[in-house]
């Protein structure tokens, strides 16, 4: 069985458990205090970072690496298209959440209201949660204007690039950081993503000190 050492509310560690889950491959689930830099982990992987899977007798870090390793090894169901353009426009999309809107977004709401606490790294930086907030209105509506022109957000089919977008949104959401009534086709494209059977675990996570709100496991929101 795969192994995969995470943090719940990381949005690398979900893309990865979505990838893994919609491809209906088993993996047990190893919660890792990465910020402790235990020598174990280190040993697993220097760089001191989740996700890392081991799988196929193999230990792997980088969730894009890790995604596309899954894309390439158990192609079934694909969470990439055939085509050479289809594939750039999932993987810039993917780049997109897990650069600038990690660093934009993410960043400054969850790692401020979130990982400080669990960290035991101080208070939040109300210049970066107010930063945050702002930021996240924009990528809202770039989103709102993807989805106005496809049915997902990287063409006609459900691929990576969704997972990646509702890995991060997810995490946000479990603190109620995202204002779903901005854009109802957001809205309508989440709760889409939010019904499918790999995203179960994801609404099952919890995190001591940090109850979720009521509405977050509803598909019906």
């Known amino acids: 069985m795969a192994r995969l050492y995470h943090v719940p509310l990381s949005p690398f560690c979900r893309k990865v458990r ?3 889950a919609e491809k209906k491959i088993e993996c047990e689930l190893v919660e890792e205090r990465y910020w402790e830099k235990d020598a174990d982990f280190l040993r697993r992987n220097p760089a ?3 996700p890392v899977l081991k799988i196929d007798g193999k230990t792997m870090a980088e969730s894009a690496a890790i995604c596309e390793y899954l894309e390439e090894k158990y192609p079934e169901p694909p969470l990439m298209p055939r085509s050479a353009e289809g594939r750039y426009e999932v993987r810039r999309i993917v780049g997109w959440f897990d650069d600038k809107f990690h660093q934009e977004v993410t960043s400054k709401l969850l790692y401020e209201r979130v ?7 101080g208070f939040p930086d109300s210049g970066n949660v107010k930063a945050g907030a702002k930021a996240i209105k924009y990528h809202l509506d770039y989103m709102a204007w993807l989805l106005d022109h496809r049915r997902w957000l990287a063409g006609d089919v459900m691929t990576l690039a969704d997972f990646a977008a509702a890995a991060h949104l997810s995490a946000l959401d479990y603190i109620s950081d995202v204002d779903w009534n901005r ?11 939010k019904s499918r059977p790999a995203f179960r675990s994801i609404l099952a ?7 979720p709100p009521a509405h977050y496991a509803d598909l019906d929101f």
Not at 115 to 121: F, I, L
Not at 205 to 211: A, I, K, N, R, Y
């Open 18 to 20: 979505l990838s893994l």
């Open 48 to 50: 001191a970072k989740v």
């Open 115 to 121: 990982n400080k606490k669990v960290m035991k790294a």
């Open 183 to 193: 854009s109802e086709v957001v809205k309508d494209w989440y709760a889409k993503i």
């Open 205 to 211: 996570d919890q995190v001591p000190g940090f109850p």
